[in-house]
């Protein structure tokens, strides 16, 4: 659940940290890039890319930072807690009120750095898993607190919904052109909804069946509790990096060989809308940080690490794009990237073609349940008052079924996976990558004054001190949201 404090977990390395992160980042949005490239221009996306990729990474360093202040304040109210009792301890009944009240007096005036000069670690150590919910209700208002939970759950929301559509898309493609008796999906061949798919059945037909059987095997699981296990994680991950080495050594092969049929424009900003959500839904990881983060070992060289994360991980989104724009042309590009080598021009080989062609089907079949009950989980701390407990129709039913039932009709409605991530990224992955950690840092620099002094450091602050930094994200975050609100408004007058 978003608002606990959970345990740390099995410990693991830096390298190992960074190996997850990097996993954790690249997931369903980079297979929607190469076509928001295509569509934006390469150089528009390649400045966008690499500056939304820095913007990442600045928010990623105040969430570490208000990670660590929020350690140090659960540290030093344990460290207040266990004084306090060893004072009573030490205390005889008739005078241990009045030693209480004096011990609490001489904890609020002694200087807080005056535990470290004693031998005690670091305050600003990151050792309790404190998730972004939790830190969210130490730094924030009421007001504050549901505005980000409100954000978590409509980010969430859109999650599910590009994996309630992106499963049963991609199988009717596939499907489609096997009923066809076509070799995968052709390149010049632009399908609509009302295609036939085999025999009477339409294209949009075989989608929403596809999509019925998609929510009556994994919706269930939002009723119960589920979690991704260590092994299904390994293998998850095993075939993402098959299929996005075969898919770019392919590319490069094509383009070798002189059949690349990519000429992609300089820069077309009409594609820029849908190019900058699919970016920040790409680069999203700041709400899962504290589980990456807390297990790492050692976290002397944590920024630099995290530096070496997100060029590691712009050089790969750049390398998967511009193969895939110079490799296919523009307006064969399809939604789901993995699509366009569902095809015998592209990979004869016919395992390969059902391997990339169903390969989102399976990863993101593994991810939707444990999505769902984070966005229920989510949905029960938000309405949830302390020392309440709710009916068992509430927790049981009304809650899974106001979690599946949106993202379920929102995908029986389109299909456009570009405009999903797109909005998605859009409206909410702003809020969660930039304005959410903004705001925590902002706050959580001024609560480490007044509980700690001026002389306190966090060893884990972020580069970008100054509040100059702080300002220039929300004023970004609010920029790109109404450049793209005003986007969409003009492009529906248009049409």
């Not at 031998?119 to 007001?143: C, H, W, Y």
């Not at 680069?283 to 530096?307: A, E, I």
């Not at 993995?338 to 059902?354: H, K, P, S």
Request: proline fraction near 4%; charged fraction near 15%; glycine fraction near 8%.
């Amino acid at each position: 659940m978003a608002g606990e404090i959970t345990e740390t977990g099995e410990l693991y390395s830096p390298y190992v940290g960074l190996v997850y992160m990097f996993n954790l980042i690249v997931g369903t949005g980079a297979l929607t890039m190469p076509k928001a490239f295509a569509t934006a221009g390469w150089l528009v996306s390649l400045v966008l890319l690499v500056f939304l990729g820095f913007m990442s990474f600045v928010t990623t360093t105040f969430v570490v930072e208000a990670m660590a202040a929020a350690n140090a304040q659960l540290r030093w109210k344990r460290m207040e807690t266990h004084q306090e009792e060893e004072d009573d301890d030490s205390s005889t009944a008739s005078d241990s009120d009045v030693l209480i009240q004096d011990s609490y007096e001489r904890a609020e005036k002694r200087p807080i750095l005056s535990v470290q000069r004693h031998g005690s670690p670091n305050l600003f150590e990151i050792t309790d898993r404190v998730e972004m919910g939790q830190m969210a209700s130490m730094f924030f208002n009421k007001v504050g607190v549901n505005l980000f939970y409100f954000c978590i759950i409509i980010y969430l929301y859109g999650d599910l919904a590009i994996y309630a559509a992106a499963v049963p898309f991609s199988l009717m493609q596939v499907t489609c052109a096997l009923g066809n008796d076509s070799c995968g999906v052709e390149a010049d061949a632009k399908y609509n909804d009302t295609d036939l798919c085999w025999g009477p059945l339409h294209r949009v037909d075989a989608y929403r069946i596809y999509l019925a059987v998609f929510t009556l095997l994994l919706g269930p699981f939002t009723f119960f509790d589920v979690q991704k296990t260590k092994y299904l994680q390994i293998l998850t991950s095993l075939m993402r990096w098959i299929a996005f080495t075969i898919m770019i050594v392919l590319a490069l092969v094509h383009i070798g060989h002189g059949r690349g049929d990519g000429h992609p424009p300089l820069a077309d900003f009409s594609g820029v809308r849908n190019l900058f959500g699919v970016c920040v839904y790409s680069f999203m990881c700041q709400h899962s940080l504290p589980s990456l983060v807390t297990p790492v070992s050692s976290k002397r060289h944590l920024t630099r690490l995290v530096f070496l994360d997100y060029v590691l991980i712009l050089a790969f989104y750049g390398l998967l794009s511009f193969t895939a724009i110079f490799c296919f042309r523009g307006d064969s590009l399809l939604d789901m990237y993995t699509l366009n080598f569902a095809r015998c021009d592209v990979v004869g080989l016919a395992a390969v073609r059902f391997f990339l062609g169903l390969f989102p089907v399976f990863t993101i079949s593994t991810n939707f349940p444990i999505i769902a009950v984070t966005l229920r989980n989510n949905w029960k701390t938000l309405f949830h008052r302390e020392g309440g407990t709710y009916p068992w129709v509430v927790d049981r039913v009304v809650f899974p079924t106001i979690t599946l039932l949106p993202p379920v009709l929102v995908a029986f409605c389109t299909h456009d996976l570009e405009s999903l991530v797109g909005i998605t990224g859009a409206y909410a992955g702003t809020g969660i990558q930039y304005v959410i950690p903004a705001f925590l840092v902002h706050l959580c620099r001024k609560d480490t004054q007044l509980a700690f002094g001026y002389g306190a450091i966090n060893k884990h602050g972020s580069p970008f001190r100054h509040t100059f930094w702080v300002g220039f994200v929300l004023l970004w975050a609010f920029s790109c949201f109404f450049f793209v609100t005003a986007n969409i408004v003009l492009s529906e007058t248009k049409l």
